[in-house]
């Protein structure tokens, strides 16, 4: 698990991680979504998945908040940002060091 990198989201938004060189994985809703996590949380350190598919599986995603890897991030999918990815980070922000440092709200 050396560095490796992987997107899981719509197909129109993977497109691009892919031409990168991006392992991506296809999912169109929620339940594909958490079957693909499961099946490659163990191969990969970094997993982009897109705000619409992480929204509703934010208590699944919590379990990954436990372990140093994989790091699960949420992107803005091809549709655009939702304003949940910057949620998360301001979230995360706060709990490590006690303070919003970065949005200053």
């Not at 991006?22 to 929620?30: H, I, L, M, R, S």
């Amino acid at each position: 698990m050396n560095g490796k990198l992987a997107f899981v989201g719509d197909g129109d938004s993977i497109t691009v991680f892919k031409a990168a060189g991006v392992a991506t994985f296809p999912a169109e809703n929620e339940g594909r979504a958490r079957d693909v996590l499961r099946r490659i949380a163990k191969d990969y350190q970094i997993i982009f998945i897109t705000e619409e598919l992480a929204r509703p599986l934010t208590e699944f995603l919590k379990r990954f908040d436990e372990q140093a890897y994989p790091v699960i991030l949420s992107v803005p999918s091809k549709n655009g940002s939702t304003g949940y990815g910057t949620e998360l980070l301001k979230s995360a922000m706060e709990r490590a060091l006690g303070v919003d440092i970065l949005f200053n709200n």
